[in-house]
């Protein structure tokens, strides 16, 4: 399995990097399938947040679900077995899934859609950023003369169920998740509300297009 790490604001040391193919050991062992891991570490430079200034991104990139966990401390070992233990256990419930779903004769869980965030903008900035071509791939971009920084990235994905997503979302660690409903064929986001419910937007514009463009 490939580990590709990226580090931003700072640099990782060779005693750094076999403690973390150590450590991910165990994702090979409950992900045989995952061609790679992503780890991406970020060095705060903001001395309030020396308490949380050491970050560690992981992301397992599956022919499934794409499973991530990211967790932050003040030092970069502890993040990182935060971040792993986060990360077995969503790969724990992903592989149960996937055995519970063989069982009934379910289906493989489609490709998963992982989220995109953007930075709050307070007053509308005319040059936005060029979108990404190709797939799992950041790319980072700035909002006209504005210092926003936008990250993007592209994913594949394939319709699927609310539950899907609302699985998927639990697996990628995020408050939303984005996604294509596989009855409606609307873009959808599902998210976290208060206490343990769930909340769903839906777009219906781009659903009116479509039509259009089937019955011309």
């Known amino acids: 399995m490939d580990i590709a790490v990226v580090a931003r604001n700072t ?26 891991i992503e780890v991406e570490i970020t060095r705060e430079q903001n001395p309030r947040l020396a308490d949380r200034a050491e970050k560690v991104e992981l992301t397992v990139v599956d022919r499934g679900p794409i499973i991530r966990a990211e967790a932050a401390a003040d030092d970069r070992y502890a993040a990182l077995d935060l971040a792993t233990a986060k990360l ?13 779903h063989h069982r009934r004769g379910g289906p493989t869980p489609p490709a998963a859609v992982p989220d995109t965030l953007a930075e709050p903008v307070e007053e509308e900035l005319p ?8 797939p799992g791939v950041a790319v980072e971009a700035q909002l006209g003369d504005s210092p926003v920084i936008v990250r993007q990235k592209l994913h594949d994905t394939v319709p699927m169920s609310i539950d899907q997503a ?13 996604f294509i409903d596989e ?22 514009v781009e659903v009116h297009a479509a039509q259009q463009e089937a019955t011309a």
């Open 11 to 36: 640099e990782v040391a060779d005693r750094f990097r076999t403690h973390l193919e150590e450590k991910l050991l165990k994702v090979e062992q409950l992900a045989p399938r995952a061609h790679r």
């Open 88 to 100: 077995i256990e969503r790969l724990r419930r992903s592989r149960d899934r996937r055995k519970n």
């Open 127 to 134: 040059h936005a950023p060029t979108p990404p071509t190709e």
């Open 166 to 178: 609302l699985y998927e979302m639990e697996l990628v660690g995020h408050p939303f998740f984005l």
């Open 183 to 204: 009855e409606t064929m609307q873009p959808c986001a599902v998210y976290h509300r208060h206490g343990w419910t769930y909340g769903i937007i839906r777009l219906n």
